[in-house]
C-alpha cells in the first residue's frame, strides 16, 4: 500500500491500518461499499480510511474508479485521495480526514448546532465550485452521479469538499447505465427515464442539495413535494420564506433566500436543457456572497463615520472647563488694555 506523507509516498500495510484505527472500532461513516473509520497514523496524520467489501464486484469497481479519478482530479473543493491499500481481498481507500464531518450531520443531528445562513451559502459556493471543475476543469470531464448532503464534508474552518467518487464516470465514458446508480430523492428524472445520465444530471441533484441547505428538509421525506407547493406561490422567484429551515430562527437574508431559492429552482428544471450550468451557478453564488460583502463594507464605513462625527460633538460638549475660563480671562484683558 502506499500512502504519502508530507509530499512522498510511504509504504504502510493492512496492518498499520488495523492499528491506526484502533482494531477498526474508530467507526465514523459509511460509504455506499463500505464503513470509513477515524485512523491515527505513526507519522502523525489523521486520515480517513474508507473499507470496501471485498465480496462485491461494485466494491471492486467503486475502488478502481477513486484510485483512477482521484488520481488526477486536484481541487481545493474536492476531498482528496493519500493513499490506498489493494492486499489480497483487502481494498482501502485513504482520505485527508475532514474534521467536522459531513454536511447531512449539520443539518439533521440535534446535537450539532445548526449552520448559519451564511455557512450555508458558503458551503452551496464551494460545492458548485468542485463540480465546476470536474465538469469544466479536468480533461476530459468527470460526472460524479452521488452529490447528496452525506457526500459533502466539512474541514474545521466549515469550508465544504466534495466526497465519494464510487459511482463517478469520465465523460467520453458511455452514458446510458443498464442499472440506476445513485440516491433517490436526487436522482435526475430524465436519467431515470432514459438511463442517461450528463452534467445536467449532476446540476438537478445539486438543486436538491440547495433546497435541503434552505429547508434543512431530507429529500427522502418529501422534500421536493414541499418545494413544488411553495414554488405555486413564488412563481419560482420570491416568496420562499416558507420554506427555510425553523433552526435557523428566522435569521437570514430575505433577498439572499429568493436569489439562492430561485437558482435552485432552475436547477431541478424537468428538461434538462433549461438548467444553468454549473460555470453559470458559481458566478451567481459568487456575485451574491460578493453583495454581501459590499452591504456589510458600507455599513461599518457608516458606522465608522457616525462614530467620528460622535467623537467630535463629545469633543465639542465636553470642552475643559479651565480652558473655557482662560479664554474669557483673555478677553476681559484685551477690554482692559482698549479702555486704558
Known sequence: MLFLHLGYWNTVTSKDLQKATYNFTTLIGQGAFGPVYKAQMSTGETVAVKVLATDSKQGEKEFQTEVMLLGRLHHRNLVNLVGYCAERNKHMLIYVFMTRGSLASHLYNENLEPLNWENRVQVALDVSRGLEYLHDGAVPPV??????????????????????????????????????????????????????????????????????????????????????????????????????????????????????????????????????????????????????????????????????????????ENRSPILEHRRVESVDSTTDSVDV
Open 143 to 316: 460526472i460524479h452521479r452521488d452529490i447528496k448532503s452525506s457526500n459533502i464534508l466539512l474541514d474545521q474552518s466549515m469550508r465544504a469538499r466534495v466526497a465519494d467518487f464510487g459511482l463517478s464516470r469520465e465523460e467520453m465514458v458511455n452514458k446510458h447505465a443498464s442499472n440506476i446508480r445513485g440516491t433517490f430523492g436526487y436522482l435526475d428524472p430524465e436519467y431515470i427515464s432514459t438511463r442517461s445520465f450528463t452534467k445536467k444530471s449532476d446540476v438537478y441533484s445539486y438543486g436538491v442539495l440547495l433546497f435541503e441547505l434552505i429547508a434543512g428538509r431530507n429529500p427522502l421525506q418529501g422534500l421536493m413535494e414541499y418545494v413544488e407547493l411553495a414554488a405555486m406561490n413564488t412563481e419560482g422567484k420570491v416568496g420562499w420564506e416558507e420554506i427555510v429551515d425553523p433552526r435557523l430562527d428566522g435569521k437570514f437574508d430575505v433577498q439572499e433566500l429568493n436569489e439562492v431559492a430561485s437558482l435552485a429552482y432552475k436547477c431541478v428544471n424537468r428538461i434538462p436543457r433549461k438548467r444553468p450550468s454549473m460555470r453559470d451557478i458559481v458566478q451567481v453564488l459568487s456575485r451574491i456572497l460578493k453583495s454581501r460583502h459590499d452591504r456589510k463594507h458600507q455599513k461599518d464605513s457608516s458606522n465608522t463615520r457616525a462614530d467620528e462625527v460622535s467623537i467630535n460633538m463629545d469633543q465639542l
